[in-house]
C-alpha cells in the first residue's frame, strides 16, 4: 500500500511563496510519476504539475506555469511543489498523486493511483 502525507500549506498573502511537501511510503517511490492538483470549493480537481520519476521531466498547467515549480528528491521519498507570486485564485486543498504508468492523460486525476489527504492554501487579497 502507497500512503501520502501532504504538508506546508497555510495562509499566505498576495505575491507571497509556500512551498508544499508530500511524503511517499510503501513503495519504490523513484519508480512513480508524481503530480500536483488542487481543488477549490465547488469545483472539479485541477491539474498543477507532473514530474517524472526521475525528474528529468516536469510539465505545468498554463495556469501556474513560471511561479511554480515541481521538484522531487528520490533519497527522501518526498515531492514538492515550490509555489510563488502566489494569487488569490490559487486558493485551494493541494493533493500530491502517485502513478506507476505513462499516461498521455497526466492531467486526468484517473491517471493516478493514489492520493494524499490534501494540505489547505489560501491566499488572501
Known amino acids: 500500500q502507497v500512503q501520502l502525507v501532504e504538508s506546508g500549506g497555510g495562509l499566505v498573502q498576495t505575491g507571497g511563496s509556500l512551498r508544499l511537501s508530500c511524503e511517499v511510503s510503501?513503495?519504490?517511490?523513484?519508480?512513480?510519476?508524481m503530480a500536483w492538483f488542487r481543488q477549490a470549493p465547488g469545483t472539479e480537481r485541477e491539474f498543477v504539475a507532473r514530474?517524472?520519476?526521475?525528474?528529468?521531466?516536469?510539465v505545468y498547467a498554463d495556469s501556474v506555469k513560471g511561479r511554480f515549480t515541481i521538484s522531487r528528491d528520490n533519497a527522501k521519498d518526498t515531492v514538492y511543489l515550490q509555489m510563488s507570486s502566489l494569487k488569490p485564485d490559487d486558493t485551494a486543498v493541494y493533493y500530491c498523486?502517485?502513478?506507476?504508468?505513462?499516461?498521455?492523460?497526466?492531467?486526468?486525476?484517473?491517471?493516478?493511483?493514489?492520493w494524499g489527504q490534501g494540505t489547505q492554501v489560501t491566499v488572501s487579497s
Open positions: 498523486a502517485a502513478s506507476s504508468r505513462i499516461s498521455t492523460t497526466y492531467s486526468q486525476p484517473g491517471s493516478y493511483d493514489y
Open positions: 510503501g513503495r519504490t517511490f523513484q519508480n512513480y510519476f
Open positions: 514530474i517524472s520519476p526521475r525528474g528529468i521531466s516536469t
